[in-house]
């Protein structure tokens, strides 16, 4: 049956051999708890058990049976009182679960049992996701807790409809019909979050539009959030840092002005007024244009704190965005968040956590790892990643980013010894933190696929995933997706999979490879080498590239501009240093000329061009995989995914085609054939 891809990963289709045995294990459920959380809890059961078993199964009947499937706390059910498992409980924290097989009263029950209403729910998530993927449910002794406390969207949504950097339809948010008319959309949305632990989304742009915090506005959020809350989504804003002076008509946004100081007090009373669990304010300040304490001759530290005194009483928190890189800094961009921000390490208050993005320049297809990550030893930072592919390919290319995130938090900063993962840094784990996260810049919109193109889902998916278990693998995530949104049949997962965990690198082949980035011009899909002339000069893709005659490649080593030094050793050195350097890098930290010798015995011109062929080829060899599933997913997908490979496999051959002519002009070398 065709397929138009609402549904998600929560389709809750019959899965593979071990489904059989489930019907004897899933005879009953009990919920036990008046809370409208468990109320969905019952409902997402009852749909789901009776789309994968093909029966109803009794819901909340008094008496036990064997083949209960019991969940909730040990406050509202006597039968998870009754077991004691305390000190258990006390383990998972405030949203982490439990799920064991066990016996009571003679009957084999399973129980899924949390401290709160919330984790019952991410536990039944959790149940349910293991039928989904065909795994054996009866013997389970599954303890989970969230590595990280901020779970959030970040969406980039404008009061207009519009989204920046959207690729997915118009914004979700219909401003015009709240607050009275409540779209399904929003339950629906909520609830994808919270299959996989989401807990909270930042609803508007960190470009921010003033009348976001407009009272007017405020009541239209809360009627979203009240339907979000259910679900454990916390609602956040982010907030404009001149919003004084545009909303409050003061005549100045100086955060250390008593007058500014208390209309955020004003503002944060009048918003728990609203929305009593809101959850704290987004900034993105003296950066691209936007409003910050900097214009006012102060630090990003004292414009932060003013928003986190005002939440304070409240116990919000402020993420404060290291995406600034005024030019005045350093002459590279790469370092300028990186000298702002260690320089302000402690100054924060305790509820303000620095936002930073995986890479120090810009979500590009590979960067290495911030150098903040381990650098900041006493402000929380959390790690914001782009699940909507601005410079991925957009909707129309299929990338996974599991694998890019994956290399992300596995990472070691060597912050304190090795194995300092950036994983383990947003963990606090390397050095303890009041606030940890992760967040992501999402991919939804009004498409009715949510996502534009079906895989890019999966980006969602991963997200949710990594930012609960930051060491979760790429793979694991990419087969679970997999299962659940495509098929169960062991033979089309493997192709699925395989086809998700080497696409980013295929990406990264036919547009940025060995370290290259940026690119690209304004747009930030197709490619514009060329491009030199931009209102800055760290937006053009010369800027990086550097590419002449004698070589190519941005020197960031000690004898150049000296960015490596960002980091701790021994990846200072390792960066630093020629032949130690990994070539997925080189270009990044080193000018080469073109006759430079790669590992592969190659000159460097030569590895430049067979990478893009390689590219080029790959996204074809692409193709055709997807082409043999057809039949063994529903045609209407398939046909959909077909078409937007159509369409990269056409602009992958441009890519290659015009990078190399661009370059090869420079370099004055042919392009070799493929080989
Ligand atoms: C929201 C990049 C994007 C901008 C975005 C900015 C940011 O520059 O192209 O659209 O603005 O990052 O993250 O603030």
């Known amino acids: 049956m065709d397929e138009d891809g609402y549904k998600l990963w929560l389709r809750y289709i019959t899965s593979g051999d071990a489904a059989r045995t489930y019907g004897r294990i899933v005879r009953q459920l009990r919920v036990d708890g008046p809370s409208a959380t468990c109320g969905i809890i019952r409902d997402e059961l009852r749909?789901?058990?009776?789309?994968?078993?093909?029966?109803?199964?009794?819901?909340?009947?008094?008496?036990?049976?064997?083949?209960?499937?019991?969940?909730?706390?040990?406050?509202?059910?006597?039968?998870?009182?009754?077991?004691?498992?305390?000190?258990?409980?006390?383990?998972?924290?405030?949203?982490?679960?439990i799920i064991r097989s066990a016996t009571i009263a003679k009957h084999p029950v399973t129980v899924i049992a949390s401290n709160h209403d919330i984790g019952a729910l991410y536990g039944a998530f959790h149940f349910l996701r293991l039928m989904q993927t065909g795994q054996p449910i009866d013997r389970l002794g599954i303890a989970e807790r969230p590595a990280l406390q901020l779970?959030?969207?970040?969406?980039?949504?404008?009061?207009?409809?519009?989204?920046?950097?959207?690729?997915?339809?118009?914004?979700?948010?219909?401003?015009?019909?709240?607050?009275?008319k409540l779209s399904q959309r929003y339950a629906d949305y909520a609830r994808a979050c919270a299959s996989i632990g989401i807990n909270g989304a930042v609803i508007n742009n960190v470009n921010a539009d003033v009348r976001m915090l407009a009272?007017?506005?405020?009541?239209?959020?809360?009627?979203?959030?009240?339907?979000?809350?259910?679900?454990?989504v916390r609602m956040y804003l982010s907030a404009n840092f001149s919003a004084p002076v545009q909303l409050g008509r003061l005549a100045t946004a100086d955060p250390l002005d008593r007058s500014v100081m208390n209309w955020w007090k004003a503002k944060a009373d009048e918003i728990y007024g609203l929305i009593p669990d809101f959850g704290g304010f987004l900034v993105k300040a003296n950066s691209e244009g936007q409003p910050g304490p900097k214009t006012y001759g102060r630090t990003h530290a004292e414009g932060a704190n003013v928003l986190a005194d005002a939440l304070a009483p409240h116990r919000g928190n402020v993420m404060w965005r290291a995406f600034v890189y005024d030019e005045d800094i350093d002459p590279d961009r790469a370092k300028r968040a990186y000298i702002e921000f260690t320089r302000l390490d402690g100054q924060f208050r305790p509820n303000v956590a620095v936002q930073v993005k995986n890479g120090p320049v810009d979500f590009q297809p590979r960067e290495p790892f911030h150098p903040l990550f381990g650098a900041m030893k006493q402000t929380p930072v959390i790690a914001e990643i782009q699940a909507t592919q601005e410079y991925l390919g957009q909707a129309k290319h299929l990338v996974y980013l599991g694998t890019m995130w994956e290399e992300f938090l596995n990472s070691d900063t060597h912050a304190k010894d090795s194995g300092s993962t950036v994983a383990k840094v947003l963990a606090g784990k390397v050095h303890p933190s009041r606030i940890t996260g992760m967040v992501s810049v999402t991919n939804p919109g009004l498409d009715t696929n949510w996502c534009g193109h079906h895989f890019s889902q999966s980006n969602w998916y991963?997200?949710?995933?990594?930012?609960?278990?930051?060491?979760?693998?790429?793979?694991?995530?990419?087969?679970?997706?997999?299962?659940?949104?495509?098929?169960?049949?062991?033979?089309?997962?493997?192709?699925?999979?395989?086809?998700?965990?080497?696409?980013?690198?295929?990406?990264?082949?036919?547009?940025?490879?060995?370290?290259?980035?940026?690119?690209?011009?304004?747009?930030?899909?197709?490619p514009m080498p060329w491009n030199d002339r931009a209102p800055r000069a760290d937006w053009t893709a010369t800027y990086y590239h550097q590419a002449s005659a004698e070589g190519i490649g941005f020197d960031r080593t000690r004898r150049g501009g000296r960015a490596v030094e960002q980091y701790f050793p021994p990846v200072?050195?390792?960066?630093?240093?020629?032949?130690?350097?990994?070539?997925?890098?080189?270009?990044?930290?080193?000018?080469?000329?073109?006759?430079?010798?790669?590992?592969?015995?190659?000159?460097?011109?030569?590895?430049?061009?067979?990478?893009?062929?390689?590219?080029?080829?790959?996204?074809?060899?692409?193709?055709?995989?997807?082409?043999?599933?057809?039949?063994?997913?529903?045609?209407?997908?398939?046909?959909?995914?077909?078409?937007?490979?159509?369409l990269q496999v056409a602009d992958a051959a441009k890519w290659r085609d015009q990078i190399l002519e661009f370059f090869g002009r420079l370099s004055k070398r042919p392009v070799p054939r493929s080989s």
């Open 151 to 180: 779970r959030l969207m970040n969406h980039w949504d404008n009061p207009n409809g519009s989204i920046e950097r959207g690729y997915a339809g118009r914004s979700m948010w219909d401003w015009n019909a709240l607050p009275e």
């Open 462 to 526: 991963a997200f949710g995933r990594l930012a609960w278990n930051p060491e979760m693998s790429a793979e694991t995530i990419a087969d679970e997706w997999t299962r659940m949104t495509f098929s169960n049949d062991d033979k089309t997962v493997a192709v699925i999979r395989d086809v998700m965990i080497g696409s980013r690198e295929t990406f990264v082949n036919y547009t940025m490879p060995l370290g290259l980035h940026h690119l690209i011009g304004g747009d930030h899909y197709a």
């Open 215 to 232: 009272s007017e506005s405020l009541r239209k959020i809360a009627a979203l959030a009240d339907v979000w809350r259910p679900y454990g």
């Open 47 to 97: 749909t789901a058990t009776t789309a994968m078993l093909g029966r109803a199964v009794s819901l909340n009947e008094n008496g036990l049976q064997a083949g209960a499937v019991i969940v909730g706390t040990a406050g509202n059910s006597s039968l998870i009182r009754d077991l004691n498992w305390t000190a258990d409980l006390l383990a998972t924290g405030d949203e982490g679960f």
């Open 572 to 646: 200072c050195d390792m960066f630093d240093d020629l032949k130690r350097c990994p070539e997925k890098y080189l270009l990044w930290f080193h000018r080469c000329a073109w006759d430079y010798r790669m590992k592969s015995g190659k000159t460097l011109w030569d590895e430049l061009c067979a990478k893009y062929q390689q590219g080029a080829e790959q996204a074809a060899a692409l193709q055709k995989t997807w082409q043999s599933l057809d039949g063994k997913i529903d045609a209407r997908r398939h046909r959909e995914v077909a078409d937007r490979l159509a």
